[in-house]
Each structure stands twice: as C-alpha cells, then as structure tokens.
C-alpha cells in the first residue's frame, strides 16, 4: 500500500480482501520510516525511482490495516521493514469467496 496515496489505500485493501478466503491470513510489508531507510532510497533515487513510495512507522501501517478492517494478528520489524501479518472476516452477505 506504500505506492498509494492515501486516498487510494482503502480501495487497494479492499481489493486484497477479495482475494482472500474468510479468515485467511495476508502477510504484507512495507519499508519503515528510519534514517536509514531514507538515506537508501535517496542514495538509490535514480535506480529505484518507480513512482509514489511512502514510508510509514508500524503503527501507521497497523493503522491503514485495522480501518480496512483488517484484523491484525502479529507484527514484526526488520531493518528496513515492517511486516504485519493479518486476517479478514467476510460478512455472510459476502461468500463468493473460494
């Protein structure tokens, strides 16, 4: 969701949630919001310039998930990384899922 303005992430997670079952766990990533991580996409700009990129903190990452209605069941960081692993649960009216 980190290539998306804000705007556009609700209808990005939706979309994921299409493509899961009921409960079904999605693990995402995105790049953190460091020092570090910064300095490596300004010091790789011309290389890696592939559009809009958005670094975000865990808590804002767990934020956009939880108001997409995500439930988040664990959380991890790495260097350069956050990975929040995830479930969804359909409402009944919504059962095309395979």
Do not use: W
């Not at 919001?33 to 809009?52: D, H, K, M, P």
């Not at 664990?74 to 919504?94: E, K």
């Amino acid at each position: 969701i980190e290539h998306f303005q804000d705007a556009h992430k609700p209808p990005i997670l939706k979309l994921f949630q299409r493509f899961l079952k009921d409960g079904g766990l999605q693990i995402s990533s995105c790049p953190r919001n460091t020092l570090a991580v910064r300095l490596f996409y300004r010091a790789f700009s011309e290389e890696l310039n592939f559009g809009y990129r958005e670094l975000m903190s865990l808590a804002e990452f767990k934020a956009h998930l939880l108001r997409a209605a995500f439930q988040v069941e664990q959380t991890c960081t790495l260097p350069a990384h956050n990975i929040v692993a995830s479930r969804v649960r359909h409402s009944p009216a919504n059962t095309n899922h395979t």
